[in-house]
């Protein structure tokens, strides 16, 4: 290790991690088998959650309401200062992706582990980030930022309706701050433009405190693949595969799996190259996803970076063998990357279906109640990452995601048939689930023929009902 190196590194030894359920178990895990102390940040309703059970020291800091505690980034970074923590894990959510939370552990003192507060912020901000991708020669999809809107929030109709004309239709308007479906309209002609624009700003607005929008052409039934990065402090920058996401319920995820049915070894090279530049184009640290849409024709276009673990890692980790969470602790030291690109090998299929506390009859309305009974199914080549116990409530205050199944096979049909064996075995009582909806999606034929899109789920299953 030369001296240079060496002076970059700063070892840690207590993580206070900044998040709630099965991502914070997930991290506690991971910090333990590296011989690091642990401290949960809980809210009053998780004060008893498996978090604060498996962590050294769990603190309250607020009521239920995230807004009151897991969002308090004054009083996340109080608590570690209070604990001695010498690092903050910011998991996926709430404040993962916040630049002004990660500004403020590195002027605490502390170590964000995560990439830089400059990074983020350019991420975070659509359009800019759209600039750096054509600059370092990533591919992305035609569009154009609208110009602002009248001090009453309408826009000039003229203006927009030349820019949209410019970038032609069907388009989508998109938030330039935030993601999730939230201000997004897809508009397929010139008369619904200007009304479109301003409900999606209005939508932008309320959920993310900006209501910048931008234009993009609408590709037709694209796949969402998207591939995991990986940086570190001194230059190098690698690709873990890619992850195919397309099934996707109101634009949130809901199957992934890994490799993508639709990818050939040129294909993935290509992709893999351009996610690689986008990490490189601006020096990232830690673990990163480069989303890209795929169209028809084998042509793909940057989407948007995400500064973070994502929820669906563990397929990556199940067919590269690799600890997401651990190299992002390591390289968060400092230390280089664990692996060289030539030495990143997938081995077989990985699928991950998100179980969920919801009721597809009632519009997928969140599910509220005791888990009552909770019996997991375990066996090769199946894993759960999950955050709960039996009797514990899900509230109305949270996401409703009861545990990710993640499933291993030698390839796709074998991962497929095992994922629907796991869910037969899952046992969930005292609120409904999405087991049986899953089980549909799976079993459906062109989910097996892997013929996936971006809107399959309303194609093939629009009317879905137990």
């Given at each position: 290790m030369s001296n240079e190196q060496f002076e970059t590194e700063r070892p840690i030894s207590r993580v206070l991690v900044a998040n709630r359920g099965e991502i914070a178990v997930r991290v506690i895990r991971a910090c333990r088998e590296l011989g690091l102390g642990t401290v949960a940040v809980c809210s009053e309703a998780d004060r008893d959650a498996l978090p604060a059970r498996l962590a050294d020291v769990a603190v309250v800091i607020g009521p239920a309401a995230p807004a009151e505690s897991y969002l308090?980034?004054?009083?996340?970074?109080?608590v570690a200062r209070e604990t001695d923590a010498d690092a903050v894990h910011p998991g996926y959510g709430f404040l993962a992706e916040n630049a002004a939370f990660a500004r403020a552990c590195g002027e605490a003192g502390l170590v964000f582990i995560g990439p830089s507060p400059d990074v983020i912020a350019k991420m975070g901000e659509k359009t800019a980030a759209r600039a750096i991708m054509e600059q370092a020669g990533v591919p992305v999809v035609p569009g154009a930022l609208l110009p602002a809107p009248d001090a009453d929030g309408s826009y000039p109709a003229a203006?927009?309706?030349?820019?949209?004309?410019?970038?032609?239709?069907?388009l989508m308007i998109k938030a330039a701050f935030g993601g999730g479906g939230k201000g997004m309209r897809l508009v397929t002609s010139p008369d619904r433009v200007v009304a479109a624009c301003e409900a999606a700003a209005?939508?932008?607005?309320?959920?993310?405190?900006?209501?910048?929008?931008?234009?993009?052409?609408?590709?037709?039934?694209?796949?969402?693949?998207?591939?995991?990065?990986?940086?570190?402090r001194h230059g190098n920058h690698v690709h873990?595969?890619?992850?195919?996401?397309?099934?996707?319920?109101?634009?949130?995820?809901?199957?992934?799996?890994?490799?993508?049915?639709?990818?050939?070894?040129?294909?993935?090279?290509?992709?893999?190259?351009?996610?690689?530049?986008?990490?490189?184009?601006v020096d990232y640290e830690g673990a990163g996803t480069v989303e890209f849409l795929l169209g028809q024709d084998g042509a793909f276009y940057f989407l948007e970076m995400n500064t973070r673990l994502q929820v669906e890692h563990p397929v990556t980790e199940l067919v590269t063998g690799a600890d997401l969470?651990?190299?992002?602790?390591?390289?968060?030291?400092?230390?280089?990357?664990?692996?060289?690109?030539?030495?990143?090998?997938?081995?077989?299929?990985?699928?991950?279906?998100?179980?969920?506390?919801?009721?597809?009859?009632?519009?997928?309305?969140?599910?509220?109640?005791?888990?009552?009974?909770?019996?997991?199914?375990?066996?090769?080549?199946?894993?759960?990452d999950s955050g709960v116990r039996r009797g514990d409530e899900v509230s109305m205050h949270y996401d409703p995601m009861i545990a990710k199944l993640s499933l291993h096979g030698d390839d796709r049909r074998?991962?497929?048939?095992?994922?629907?064996?796991?869910?037969?075995?899952?046992?969930?009582?005292?609120v409904t689930t999405n087991i049986a909806y899953l089980l549909a999606i799976l079993q459906h034929e062109a989910f097996r023929d892997g013929a996936l899109h971006t809107g399959f789920l309303d194609e093939h299953l629009p009317d879905w009902h137990d």
């Open positions: 308090r980034g004054d009083r996340i970074i109080a203006a927009v309706q030349a820019v949209c004309d410019g970038v032609g239709y069907p209005r939508e932008a607005r309320g959920a993310f405190g900006d209501g910048t929008v931008y234009v993009e052409k609408f590709i037709d039934r694209p796949r969402h693949v998207e591939f995991q990065v990986f940086g570190d873990l595969c890619e992850r195919e996401c397309s099934i996707q319920r109101r634009h949130q995820k809901i199957i992934e799996e890994s490799p993508s049915p639709a990818l050939d070894q040129a294909l993935r090279d290509r992709m893999g190259a351009a996610a690689v530049a986008a990490a490189a184009a969470v651990r190299a992002q602790i390591r390289v968060a030291e400092g230390r280089p990357l664990p692996w060289r690109q030539e030495d990143i090998r997938p081995r077989g299929h990985a699928i991950e279906c998100r179980l969920y506390a919801e009721d597809p009859a009632r519009g997928f309305m969140p599910s509220l109640g005791r888990l009552l009974v909770l019996d997991e199914p375990s066996g090769p080549g199946v894993r759960i074998a991962a497929i048939d095992r994922a629907v064996a796991a869910l037969r075995r899952y046992a969930v009582l005292g």
